[in-house]
């Protein structure tokens, strides 16, 4: 079978990268382990202009007075499970550096002990490395928010929430799960990143990347997935040429067939990457470190491998690295929801999360827009779409109209390491939707989720 023709769109990849300094790329180059596929994405870049206003007795517009320029950016992705418990997801680091979340990571497993378990309270071998709160368990094919840690009884137990389906049985194996919740300090020390948007040919690389708001769709017919947009300090669009002279494996000057291959701002400390290649095999990695027009000074084998001779009319593509890529999609088929504890059949639900990030704008003398910016407050919303089976759902229309915080817990995949759950521990539904249709009766729930002093409003955990 033969490969994909260059720069169509059967290849679409992202790679997220943390920013020590918020900006200023770590490596000017993807990362393997950063890698994240991608359904679709977009860049929109505007340079804007304008014409003086000042009159030069004529009724032509005269000169053009160059604007600041702005960056905005959007990615919808699957969002893939490893296969394997205790694992980082292939989303680990947008959670991280672009969405600002901080990780309560997995400890080691452990098992049920005894046969005393019930829906609520687990006995466990070893509760010790679990955190109240934070920490997530899957036990049996469902992951629940560890509410409480008990190390004093014996044996050891922990308190969830919400119910499991069943009390687990004696030795039945307990998973520890890489779980996200938010973090407030992320303005202190600013969770910006750099974006590669790639495919095959060319490639978009985003720095200051910050999200403005994203949000995660289960259920329905598809897989569960997650669409993230925001905006950037700047960007720059690598794409592909091709070194119409070739050279041997030494020479440090190559003359490609467009200057516009790498940005202008391209220097030994802004250096960008390139690959040498013929058909779709690589020969050759190099680094540019300047360039006069269409004349390039590289550096041979860098960021790996060596030096290749290379054939005239050789292709140069933006550098780009094998993605490593784990599990795959968790489709409908399996999954649960509760509001409180009430577990129902959930047709879709979608949390939406809006940051409240405060950008900090038009700083005198900067050439682009967004400088950086300081946390504002959230706003996160759950909601459910579900068929209503029994008058017990009617508890929680009361619920709302009497503005009791209901739990809401959303679950898709049953199998251990292909699992995604996310809890709003208080949603506070306002408008509580319970429609008689030609069909049935339906219930639609949505609200706002709030949290509570050492409680978070919104956690995801990759079971």
């Known amino acids: 079978m033969s490969g994909p023709t260059r720069g169509a769109p059967n290849c679409r990849v992202l790679f997220v990268e943390a920013e020590t300094v918020f900006g200023t790329p770590v490596t000017r180059y993807p990362l393997a382990a ?3 596929r991608i359904i679709s994405s977009s860049v929109t870049v505007k340079s804007p202009r304008q014409a003086r206003e000042d009159a030069f007795c004529t009724g032509s517009k005269i000169g ?5 320029s702005t960056v905005e950016w959007s990615f919808e992705c699957e969002m893939y499970t490893p296969g394997t ?14 969405l600002g979340l901080q990780q309560q990571a997995a400890v080691a497993d452990t098992a049920v002990s005894g046969s005393g378990s019930t829906v609520t309270i687990v006995d466990v071998t070893d509760a010790s490395n679990f955190t109240a709160l934070k920490s997530h368990l899957t036990v049996n094919g469902e992951t629940r928010r560890i509410t409480a840690v008990d190390v004093a009884s014996t044996p050891d137990n922990v308190t969830l929430s919400p119910p499991l389906s069943a009390a687990p049985a004696a030795s039945d194996t307990i998973t520890s799960c890489p779980s996200y919740h938010p973090k407030d300090a992320s303005d202190v020390t600013p969770a910006g990143a750099t974006l590669w948007f790639a495919n095959n040919a060319n490639m978009w690389m985003v720095t200051g990347a910050v999200a403005t708001s994203w949000s995660i769709t289960g259920g329905g017919n598809g897989s569960i997935r997650m669409t993230v947009s925001g905006t ?28 516009g291959l790498v940005p202008d701002d391209v220097s030994a400390s802004n250096p960008y990457y390139l690959v040498l290649s013929r058909g779709l095999a690589v020969e050759e990695f190099v680094q540019v470190t300047a360039k006069a027009g269409t004349s390039y000074t590289i550096v041979r084998g860098s960021p790996s491998g060596a030096g290749a001779t290379q054939a005239a009319g050789c292709t140069v593509e933006p550098y780009q690295v094998a993605g490593t890529y784990a599990g795959s999609p968790i489709p409908a088929t399996g999954g649960m929801c509760y509001m409180a504890a009430e577990l129902t059949r959930v047709e879709t639900f979608t949390l939406d999360v809006d940051p409240g990030i405060i950008p900090r704008e038009n700083v005198h003398g900067a050439a682009y827009t967004f400088f950086d910016y300081v946390n504002g407050q959230r706003t996160v919303t759950n909601s459910a779409e579900a068929w209503s089976e029994n008058a017990s759902h009617m508890l929680r229309v009361f619920d709302a109209k009497a503005r ?21 521990p208080n949603t506070y539904v306002e408008v509580p939707d319970f429609p008689y ?4 009766q339906r219930l639609t729930f949505s609200g706002e989720c709030v949290g509570l002093l050492g409680e978070d409003e919104l956690f995801i955990a990759s079971g």
């Open 34 to 36: 950063s890698a994240l």
């Open 437 to 440: 249709d030609a069909e049935d």
């Open 232 to 259: 950037a300090r700047e960007s720059r669009l690598l794409f592909t040429g091709t070194w119409p002279a070739g050279g041997n494996n030494s020479v440090t000057t190559m003359v490609v067939s467009n200057a």
């Open 85 to 98: 418990a205790a694992t980082d997801p292939d989303w680990h680091d947008v959670m991280i550096n672009l």
């Open 64 to 68: 053009s007075i160059s604007l600041k």
């Open 404 to 424: 009791t915080a209901t739990e809401f817990f959303e679950q898709q995949g049953d199998t251990t390491g292909s699992i995604v759950t996310i809890t709003t």
